[in-house]
Every structure is written in structure tokens, then in C-alpha cells.
């Protein structure tokens, strides 16, 4: 009576095998690891070393290039983008610094905000495997008055 359910589960086992298998190819072909290291210094308005702010490598969004190849343009010489979602992340040390081992040739924003110095962001190129070093000076963020011009409260 229930001789059908073992071949109807082989098949969905080997059917889930191979997509596991095509996406992990797939996966290897799209995102291959790097030589490059990214540093990063992080800075506040003042030039002081910004300690905690949380630094996010990302390639750029997707621009559309359609009319710049529709209107006969140079290529682009830079490296392609690298798939989308964060790269890699971290947490600035107390100097500033953080970086991030392994990355691969393209363009990338580098993304930094802090609770306390406001919020910052600079543009990385990686090409042949060359390390870059990228400081990046935060902007308070709007509205927020240093302590010491802010009005005292009304009595």
C-alpha cells in the first residue's frame, strides 16, 4: 500500500543533492576570494581616531550601463563589481582601524557609522590583488549640536 513513498523520497533526496551541488558551484564561480586587504581608519570631525564605529564593505549598487553601450562608449576599465550584499564588516579598534583580508578585485563603498561621530563613506578599488588603505572622515549627523553649543534648559 506504501510501497510508492521510498522511490518518491529517493528522488526528492537526489533532486535536493544536485541543487545543493549546482548552487555551491555556482556560488564558487560567482564570489571567489580575494588577495587584497582593505584598511580602513576612521575619523571624526575633529581628526581623532573614531574607536566601535561599525565599518561595512559593499560593492556599489548596480548602474545601468545600457545607454553609455547603446551610445558606442569606452568600456570601463575598472574591475567589475563583485556580487551583491555585504563584502565583509567589522568594528573599528581604539585607533580607528579595522581591515578586511581576502577581498577580491572590484569596486567597493566602504560604510561606516558610528553612535557618537555620525556617519561616513569613501569608494575602493581593488585591482590584481592590491591592498588598499582608505580613511574616512565622519559627518556629525544632522541636528546633532556638540555638547557644549547646545542651550541650556529653560528653568
Do not use: E
Not at 81 to 95: E, N, R
Not at 135 to 141: A, E, F, G, N, Q
Amino acid at each position: 500500500m506504501y510501497k510508492w513513498i521510498a522511490p518518491i523520497a529517493a528522488v526528492s533526496l537526489l533532486i535536493g543533492l544536485q541543487m545543493t551541488a549546482a548552487r555551491a558551484q555556482d556560488a564558487a564561480t560567482t564570489a571567489p576570494a580575494g588577495k587584497a586587504t582593505v584598511s580602513v581608519t576612521v575619523l571624526d570631525s575633529d581628526s581623532k581616531p573614531v574607536s566601535g564605529a561599525k565599518v561595512t564593505l559593499m560593492p556599489p549598487r548596480a548602474r545601468k550601463k545600457k545607454a553609455a553601450a547603446d551610445a558606442g562608449a569606452a568600456a570601463d576599465p575598472t574591475p567589475a563589481p563583485t556580487p551583491a550584499g555585504p563584502t565583509a564588516s567589522g568594528v573599528t579598534d581604539s585607533d580607528g582601524k579595522v581591515s578586511f583580508p581576502g577581498i577580491a578585485d572590484g569596486r567597493y563603498q566602504v560604510q561606516v557609522r558610528s553612535k557618537t561621530a555620525g556617519a561616513g563613506r569613501a569608494a575602493v578599488t581593488i585591482a590584481d590583488g592590491q591592498d588598499q588603505t582608505v580613511s574616512v572622515t565622519l559627518k556629525p549627523r544632522a541636528g546633532a549640536a556638540p555638547a557644549a553649543t547646545q542651550p541650556a534648559p529653560a528653568q
